[in-house]
């Protein structure tokens, strides 16, 4: 079953990454949280609301059901037919759960339409997104049964639809973000959804008072820590599939120079969610990305020293945000603490980092 969820539902989930990223983009980059709540109280209450979310989520299923259909045809799949030596009771079970795994998104939503039917006292009208859950996940582990009794082998068309009028990029950044995007898709989903939800939800809290910057610079500081995966995932491609960029004569400072871009590249989305969600001037906003920016590299520089040992790191991670709390409570400039963790990465780099 294992096997099945990763080569399956991780495979939708990082292939439509960009996908994913883009509803991101929509729906925390355009919309307030009082946009949210007025679309969940129409799906709840309009006259057709339930049809047109029921609609919604039949399209996002069609979308898993045509990839399950085309993926399990590669010939790499070929062990997804063993599937029919298990009893049919048994199958059937676990392509309900394998539709689950699709769904993941809509369940998600759904119990963010649970809360606003608590809240708004129409818990009678949310009845239906149960009914929802069980056709649509029904509805794949058909479509996977019917695939698994009518195998179609073929080798896939590697020609590209589009092609571009230009080359891809001579760049080591571009190179490092194209292989995230594409390998580690899932982790990126799921970091940024973190860190954006977290930024959106300080921003939130700010605007109902009057507030200083210390409010956001904790709420953000823990947003921007929550790249620490995707972090790690860059640290695994340095040390374990672009093996031989640590031999190329590049000096210290062009190194940690195109560390620091990669990471403030990342950290911009929730960057973008937080000045969309409160009224903070640009050098407040200056303040808290220059902060974050350099919590997050000296982060990255520590798991130098421990080789990646994440179990290792965590403690100190921990009490390193309990210490950055403190500093920006007892108000701190939050330049200086952005500017003294830039020094000292910058002159711990070196030793840290091991060619």
């Not at 190179?175 to 989903?189: I, K, S, Y």
């Not at 350099?294 to 179990?311: N, T, V």
């Not at 403190?326 to 000292?344: C, E, Q, S, T, V």
Request: charged fraction near 15%.
């Amino acid at each position: 079953m294992k096997t099945l969820m990763i080569s399956t539902v991780s495979a939708f989930f990082r292939q439509r990454a960009g996908m994913f990223f883009v509803i991101l983009g929509i729906l925390f980059g355009f919309l307030s949280g009082r946009e949210h709540h007025a679309f969940a109280v129409f799906f709840l209450t309009g006259s057709f609301g339930m049809l047109y979310l029921f609609g919604i989520w039949l399209v996002y299923t069609l979308i898993c059901v045509q990839f399950l259909m085309q993926i399990w045809k590669l010939p790499e799949y070929t062990f997804i037919y063993h599937c029919r030596m298990w009893p049919d009771l048994k199958r059937l079970s676990r392509f309900l759960i394998l539709g689950l795994g699709f769904l993941q998104p809509i369940l998600f939503y759904g119990i963010y339409l649970i809360s606003i039917s608590v809240q708004d006292q129409a818990t009678d009208q949310v009845w239906p997104i149960f009914v929802f859950y069980f056709v649509l996940t029904l509805g794949i582990a058909f479509a996977a049964e019917w695939r698994i009794r009518n195998p179609v082998l073929y080798v896939a068309n590697s020609s590209r639809i589009i092609n571009l009028p230009f080359a891809r990029p001579n760049s080591w950044i571009y190179w490092t973000m194209e292989w995230l995007f594409r390998e580690r898709g899932v982790t990126m989903l799921v970091g940024k959804m973190g860190a954006i939800l977290v930024s959106v939800g300080t921003m939130l809290y700010y605007s109902t008072d009057n507030y200083d910057i210390r409010l956001p610079a904790v709420g953000l500081s823990f947003a921007y820590m929550l790249n620490l995966g995707i972090s790690y995932e860059f640290f695994k491609w340095e040390t374990s599939i672009w093996l031989w960029g640590r031999t190329l004569p590049f000096s210290d400072g062009n190194r940690f120079v195109k560390m620091l871009v990669l990471h403030a590249i990342l950290i911009i989305p929730e960057t973008l969610a937080a000045m969309r969600n409160a009224s903070l001037t640009i050098f407040e906003v200056a303040q808290l990305y220059a902060l974050g920016l350099s919590i997050l590299i000296l982060s990255h520089l520590f798991l130098y020293k421990k080789e990646g040992l994440q179990d290792d790191s965590m403690q100190t991670f921990l009490f390193g945000f309990i210490g950055l709390t403190l500093l920006i409570l007892y108000k701190i400039p939050l330049l200086l603490i952005a500017g003294a963790a830039i020094a000292f990465s910058f002159y711990i780099y070196p030793k840290w980092y091991k060619v």
